[in-house]
């Protein structure tokens, strides 16, 4: 079963919680655009009011294309559920996200929700963060001095191989978020305590957001060769 099948996959079991009466944030990327069409056909099929609240441009205007009922964050502080991707996920369902350049609004969505699920393929699941880039957005502004501080905490830390790499779009010129930020990619090979990498990261002036998920995603829908396997953070 190639990967996009099983996000697929994982994207259909999710809509379970697409029911009459809640509000859902959408995540962005491949998983998450499965979800948004899926969802939007049920919706469809079933007449039902469900709100939407896009983390993305990009999710919007699929959602849009769609017709899904779609809101924004601000008229709506409390989500019931948000269904999103992952670039990875360990044990303690901690996640690296960020991948598409959304970590910022989608980590804003998904703290504002009662139940996050992280729909998956295999590929996702780790026994440790950190083999994905891992992004973090910083301002345009003093982004030498902030990529600076990153680099004099990673060595602190003791990430003596980290490389990082300000990302780029695909004519070169600097990736800039929806947020108008950029991104700085930090290659780690392995974050061996995530919550202290998060906190300390934060904590630096100049950094708007990291794609650690810490503490976030409460269900996770991981498909197999098996099949959807759900699992409940205890
Ligand atoms: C975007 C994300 C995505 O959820 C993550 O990159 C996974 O993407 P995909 O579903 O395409 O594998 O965090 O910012």
Known sequence: MSADTQKKAAAL?????????????????????????????????EKLNTIFVPTSAASYALAQKHGLNLQNIEDNAFLDFTVDGADEIDPQFRMIKGGGGALHREKIVASSSRFVICICDESKKVETLGKFPLPVEVSKYGVNPTAWKIERLLHNQGFTNAKMRLRAQVDGKPFVTEGGNAII??????????????????????????????????????????????????
């Open 13 to 45: 079991e999710a809509l379970k919680v697409v029911t009459a009466d809640v509000k859902i944030g959408l995540g962005t990327g491949t998983t998450a655009n499965h979800f948004i069409i899926a969802a939007a056909e049920k919706v469809k099929r």
């Open 185 to 234: 990619d930090l290659q780690l090979g392995a974050i061996p305590d995530p919550d202290r990498l998060e906190a300390s990261l934060k904590h630096l002036p100049g950094v708007i957001e990291c794609g650690l998920f810490i503490g976030i995603c409460g269900i996770v829908m991981m498909a197999t060769e098996n099949g959807v396997e759900e699992i409940t953070r205890p």
